[in-house]
């Protein structure tokens, strides 16, 4: 029983002993009792909703449900947090195959939001043995087109998360067969080709009015049809539309378009061969029912489709698969919009799809987060209808657990400043030799050290601070004895130039011990008194690190 379930049961008693009005803060209470690892702020207009509803009931209506849920036996206990996913119940019974689908819109590689539904589709069909199919659902030959070599970028990015694909599909491969089931729509009389100007159809669909065009006989539609497809009929001119409940409450779903012509189609895969192109709805409706889709895992977004690609599977006689909505992800600080990333490349905001900013996988890929750390946020997330924030700080505690270990500690130094130390003694482990000795140490640090009698240079030995400038500073060796409570400074006697893309896009420079130089690419480094970082390139003595987090 969800959050909003729970609720609503405990409005009604609220309601009840109140004498029919129910507190609001009184059931948040509850709910919270009952379940300590609900996320209140996500729940709260689910909760709001269902103390409306009640408040909203006559008493007598009240005190009958308050009686059927006494009866069934009032007093829940408090939720004991299942380990993994919900099981699904009619899949538990063994008689239908679970086949789940990630179906994106090829137009943009895909971020941390889309990842929901690729995640959690893929969970369930290994869950039950069953088939993970991802399909290209690039229908749209003129503004969403697709980006070059889609599936390698997809493949890419879904397996370094974990999901093995079994199905690859392209929309854009299949268009005889939507043009095959738009002919028998109008066939069984459910769709019709409307050549009506389409301010005058809406102000019809206002008034719950269908238009002339619908009227016309099965011959005469399949007809203007057949020049939809020869490009008689142009742009603009002709759309066919399925036939739905002219009456329905939600204007949108009156008689939805199902294709529409395209005069000069540039889809960098099929070309112009084609000039009826199917709606998001006809296209899904179809695909899913073809390829043998069970359940559906999409965004609440999708709910209102449902809808719509319901019309369509009662007049072919088909049953509807199982489905789930769930809210949306958002990454805190990060944007995960496709459309904004895009616009923002165009203008030169950021540098690409990778861009440090940016929430897609391949961008928080190259900046070292593990994949089993994303996955273990979308699957702690799980199956909730409400919107979800990750917050930055979880997502970096998710991912310290995977790369804590493997992670070297690299001394590091930003803004290094050589410091020439005095009257020193040989030490040969760090190949220094006796008299003036040259290290590199941090300019912020010494400058905090400059008026201490005595610092020390970590595991080296004593040094007093004689003068600091704006290239180098100087000091003398006056002892190797630890002192406790003594400054400390980090010291790199050599090494190697790096430089650093922080998280909004800017550059951080320094020296880091030498081997951080035979690290390869992909290698996670711990920078000491910096963080964690991922190494991107390593060229001409400079290694170059993307910065992950603290």
């Not at 449900?65 to 119940?89: A, C, D, I, T, V």
């Not at 400074?489 to 420079?509: C, F, K, Y």
Request: some cysteine.
């Amino acid at each position: 029983m969800g959050a909003k379930e729970d609720a609503y049961r405990y409005a009604i008693k609220n309601a009840y002993l109140h004498r029919g009005k129910a507190s609001v803060g009184a059931v948040v209470g509850k709910v919270i009792a009952l379940d300590k690892s609900v996320n209140i702020k996500d729940e709260m207009k689910g909760i709001q909703e269902a103390v409306s509803k009640v408040n909203a009931m006559a008493f007598k209506d009240i005190e009958k449900e308050f009686m059927r849920f006494r009866e069934q036996g009032y007093e829940l206990k408090p939720q004991e947090k299942e380990e993994g996913l919900p099981k699904l119940g009619w899949a538990e019974a063994g008689k239908e195959k679970v086949v789940t689908r990630y179906a994106p819109n090829p137009n943009g590689p895909f971020h941390l939001g889309n990842a929901r539904a690729a995640i959690l589709s893929h969970e369930y069909a290994r869950m039950y043995n069953g088939k993970f199919i991802l399909r290209f659902e690039d229908t749209d030959p003129k503004v969403k087109r697709p980006i070059e070599n889609a599936e390698g970028v997809f493949r890419k990015d879904l397996e370094w998360l974990g999901c093995k694909i079994d199905e690859v599909f392209f929309a854009s491969d299949r268009l005889e067969i939507y043009h095959k089931h738009m002919k028998q729509a109008i066939e069984l009389g459910q769709a019709y080709v409307c050549v009506c100007d389409v301010e005058k159809w809406r102000e019809l669909i206002k008034k719950k009015k269908g238009c002339p065009c619908r009227e016309k006989g099965r011959e005469e539609q399949l007809e203007l049809f057949g020049e939809m497809l020869s490009n008689g009929l142009k742009e603009g001119e002709a759309v066919l539309r399925i036939k739905t409940d002219l009456n329905h409450p939600d204007p949108s779903m009156r008689d939805w378009w199902a294709g529409k012509v395209v005069d000069k189609p540039r889809h960098n895969r099929i070309g112009d061969k084609f000039h009826v192109w199917p709606s998001y709805n006809f296209q899904a409706a179809v695909d899913d029912r073809l390829m043998g889709v069970t359940y559906i895992i999409r965004g609440q977004e999708h709910s209102q489709n449902e809808e719509k690609q319901k019309f369509l599977y009662r007049y072919f006689g088909w049953v509807y698969p199982h489905s789930f909505h769930f809210g949306r992800v958002k990454l805190e600080g990060m944007v995960l919009s496709t459309s904004k990333i895009k616009a923002g490349i165009e203008q030169g905001e950021y540098e690409g799809w990778d861009d440090p900013r940016l929430g897609t996988i391949m961008a928080l890929r190259r900046k070292g987060f593990d994949p089993r750390a994303l996955r273990d946020i979308i699957l702690e997330a799980g199956m909730k209808s409400s919107d979800t924030t990750i917050e930055m700080k979880r997502l970096i505690d998710a991912n310290k657990k995977y790369i804590e270990e493997k992670s070297e500690r690299i001394s590091f130094i930003e803004e290094p400043l050589q410091l020439d130390v005095h009257y020193a003694p040989e030490v040969r482990e760090h190949g220094l030799g006796e008299g003036t000795q040259s290290v590199l140490v941090s300019r912020e640090e010494i400058s905090r050290a400059r008026g201490k009698s005595v610092v020390r240079l970590r595991e080296l030995y004593n040094v007093k601070i004689v003068d600091v400038g704006e290239l180098q500073a100087s000091a003398e060796y006056v002892g190797g004895q630890n002192l406790p409570k003594m400054p400390l400074l980090t010291w790199i006697a050599g090494g190697q130039d790096v430089e650093i893309v922080m998280p909004d896009n800017s550059r951080r420079h320094g020296i880091a011990e030498s081997g951080l130089s035979w690290k390869k690419e992909g290698d996670i480094a711990y920078l000491e008194k910096f963080g964690y970082a991922r190494v991107d390139r390593q060229e001409n003595g400079r290694t170059w690190l993307r910065y992950a987090h603290k």
